[in-house]
């Protein structure tokens, strides 16, 4: 008789996670849209895979995690900045005396990690034409693998309802994800903030590439 397997641990699956080099395909498909040259925010940046990927197509690159030692690598890079930070132990990064205080971007991409007190300082951080990439885990997902806890994941068109009214939607999804980097139950978004720079006659915003 087959004895069940135990699901791996917390620590078990972060080290997984570092494991992995090759960047999201939904970080592949929208990071085009960031401005050229622009200042990027990899925050959770883990270890580092996102931050290599923009680097390497031009962008400067803030990466900010608590453990800063698995970013050692970016180092060479002269447009690499590396921050180390508790991102959920007060000061927030964004707030007064944060280690992000003030500063705006002109991507920010946040990919498998989830602390709500900072989506809506996500959000502000964006700078007006910039793009917000999202994606991590939600609801359903206990049932596939971890992380398990509710706080960790996101309900039923969160990362959607907290955008509404503040930036352009230009592609959001939800589902169990079979293939690709990390499998699981997933949100994904992608949103540019540029409600307020339409030059159309009738003030709504551009329309933006869905795929490269």
């Given at each position: 008789?087959?004895?069940?397997?135990?699901?791996?641990?917390?620590?078990?699956?972060?080290?997984?996670?570092?494991?992995?080099?090759?960047?999201?395909?939904?970080?592949?498909?929208?990071?085009?849209?960031?401005?050229?040259?622009?200042?990027?925010?990899?925050?959770?940046?883990?270890?580092?895979?996102?931050?290599?990927?923009?680097?390497?197509?031009?962008?400067?690159?803030?990466?900010?995690?608590?453990?800063?030692?698995?970013?050692?690598?970016?180092?060479?890079?002269?447009?690499?900045?590396?921050?180390?930070?508790?991102?959920?132990?007060?000061?927030?990064?964004?707030?007064?005396?944060?280690?992000?205080?003030?500063?705006?971007?002109?991507?920010?991409?946040?990919?498998n990690y989830?602390?709500?007190?900072?989506?809506?300082?996500?959000?502000?951080?964006?700078?007006?034409?910039?793009?917000?990439?999202?994606?991590?885990?939600?609801?359903?997902?206990?049932?596939?693998?971890?992380?398990?806890?509710?706080?960790?994941?996101?309900?039923?068109?969160?990362?959607?309802?907290?955008?509404?009214?503040?930036?352009?939607?230009?592609?959001?999804?939800?589902g169990e994800?079979?293939?690709?980097?990390?499998?699981?139950?997933?949100?994904?978004?992608?949103?540019?903030?540029?409600?307020?720079?339409?030059?159309?006659?009738?003030?709504?915003?551009?329309?933006?590439?869905?795929?490269?």
């Open positions: 008789m087959t004895q069940p397997q135990t699901p791996p641990s917390s620590q078990q699956m972060l080290q997984r996670h570092l494991r992995i080099t090759k960047p999201s395909p939904w970080v592949e498909r929208f990071s085009p849209l960031i401005p050229k040259d622009g200042a990027v925010l990899d925050l959770a940046a883990g270890g580092g895979r996102h931050s290599l990927y923009l680097l390497e197509k031009g962008y400067h690159v803030t990466a900010i995690d608590q453990n800063e030692a698995p970013l050692t690598a970016l180092t060479t890079h002269k447009n690499a900045e590396i921050l180390s930070a508790d991102l959920e132990t007060e000061p927030l990064p964004f707030a007064i005396g944060g280690i992000l205080s003030g500063r705006q971007f002109d991507g920010v991409v946040c990919i989830l602390y709500r007190p900072l989506l809506d300082d996500l959000i502000a951080a964006v700078k007006p034409g910039g793009v917000l990439i999202y994606e991590t885990f939600m609801l359903g997902n206990e049932d596939f693998a971890r992380p398990r806890n509710p706080d960790h994941l996101l309900k039923n068109q969160e990362l959607l309802d907290r955008v509404q009214g503040h930036m352009q939607i230009v592609a959001f999804e939800q994800i079979r293939q690709g980097d990390i499998p699981g139950v997933k949100q994904r978004l992608c949103a540019v903030r540029d409600l307020n720079l339409s030059t159309r006659a009738d003030g709504q915003p551009k329309p933006h590439r869905l795929y490269p």
